[in-house]
């Protein structure tokens, strides 16, 4: 991929986050407007990039706050830092919540209405088709199973499909010790 294609590539992505957000948040026939908190949103990224929605994103496990527990769950470091850029840009609010254990986790919502505006309908309808059930053509909800793993579910038609966000994967790979003497030359001036 030439550097045009990346940065075009990248900016799809960061346009199919925002809409997957507001496609949560907006006020809809089944709820009202509100907040997508941070634990969810995790889940739907790594289902996203799982799906080959997200094409720029990647994730590893990271030591997360995750429902009042520290647990390893699969995070995108490209998709932190894109939400933290959209929330300096005033494209996002960000709320700081405090759970019943005094540990704090985020939530957020689309502000810029007007970007939304602008996202192409092709976009749109990529992220639907990921986040929406086939059978039923609505948005699966976020749940979480006693075990604190999300599942998204279909209200309707209850399909459930689970995400597997923290099932850390066993990767397999050969490394090499290398001394940081054998690197440098020494030189010693006297």
Known sequence: MSKQEISTEKEKDIQRLVYLIYLYTKKSNFRKEGWLKDQALKALIYFGIVKGLFRMFD???????????????????EAEAILEKLVKDEILDRLRLSTEHYRYIFAYRVRDLSYIEKIPESIKEEVKRVYQCPKDCILYEVKFNK???PILVCPRCNTKI????????????VSKIVLLSSLIKEHVEV
């Open 59 to 77: 994730y590893a496990p990271l030591f997360v706050t995750w429902s009042d527990q520290t647990r390893f769950v699969n995070v995108s470091m």
């Open 147 to 149: 075990y604190i793993e």
């Open 162 to 173: 689970e995400v597997r966000a923290l099932k850390t994967e066993k990767i397999k790979f």
